[in-house]
């Protein structure tokens, strides 16, 4: 069974910084993009970051970019989210996952799947 | 990048109801669209991807279509573990931006 736990979740003052993990289980890690997705409780997703497989290529949403930064490693099928300077709006569940992919028709499509149960930070004075 | 709107936010229906749900991009995207369920207190699963291929496992009253801009999850006949709260995503390039979510509620 494909799994994903992630850790490190914690109530943080604003400034503050904090790294999230997430390790794999049930698939080879090393294979897959991996993203990092929030929701604030009680509202929608969003997108947060991706890394690829290897590690050398980046992205992030707006709101976080040059303050989260992604980061793996394949040795022991683990991903991690660095967070620093954090603000009142970073508060939400930070959920894990994993793209899956396939090829129809000759085209490349990609979804997420599976994903973790979530681990919770709160910023908050 | 490429922003996804979906509606209605919320919805009422009774079990047996025929549901649909929409969703659209900002721009084109092809078929590079995904729906996922959220049940309350759980994490998102996939329910299709590529705009209407089914995900394993997921029953057969669930189906997408669309494509370029707007697309549709339909429920063909709403049963009590359908009611949660339905999001489209895209793929297709830039951040992997999610719609705001519909709620199925029980009328």
């Known amino acids: 069974e494909k799994r994903l736990v992630e850790s490190g979740g914690a109530v943080k003052q604003p400034g503050g910084s904090l790294r999230l993990s997430c390790v794999a289980s049930?698939?080879?890690?090393?294979?897959?993009?991996m993203h990092w997705v929030r929701q604030t409780p009680g509202k929608g997703l969003e997108w947060v970051s991706v890394i690829s497989w290897d590690g050398r290529s980046t992205s992030y949403a707006d709101s976080v970019r040059g303050r989260f930064s992604v980061t793996r490693d394949n040795s022991k099928n683990s991903l991690y989210l660095q967070m620093t300077s954090l603000r009142n709006e970073d508060t939400a569940f930070y959920y894990c996952?994993?793209?899956?992919?396939?090829?129809?028709?000759?085209?490349?499509?990609?979804?997420?799947?599976?994903w973790g149960q979530g681990t919770l930070v709160t910023v908050s004075s | 990048d490429i922003q996804m709107t979906q509606s209605p936010s919320s919805l009422s229906a009774s079990i047996g109801d025929r549901v649909t749900i929409t969703c659209r991009a900002s721009?084109?995207?092809?078929?590079?669209l995904n729906w996922y369920q959220q049940k309350s207190g759980r994490a998102p699963k996939v329910l299709i991807y590529?705009?209407?291929s089914l995900q394993s496992g997921v029953p057969s009253r669930f189906s997408g279509s669309g494509s370029g801009t707007d697309f549709t999850l339909t429920i063909s006949s709403l049963q009590p573990e359908d009611f949660a709260t339905y999001y489209c995503?895209?793929?297709?390039?830039?951040?992997?931006?999610f719609g705001q979510g519909t709620k199925v509620e029980m009328k």
């Open positions: 049930g698939f080879f890690f090393g294979d897959y993009d």
């Open positions: 721009q084109s995207i092809g078929t590079s």
């Open positions: 590529a705009a209407s």
């Open positions: 995503q895209q793929s297709y390039n830039g951040p992997r931006a």
């Open positions: 996952a994993k793209e899956t992919h396939t090829v129809l028709q000759g085209k490349a499509y990609k979804w997420l799947d599976p």
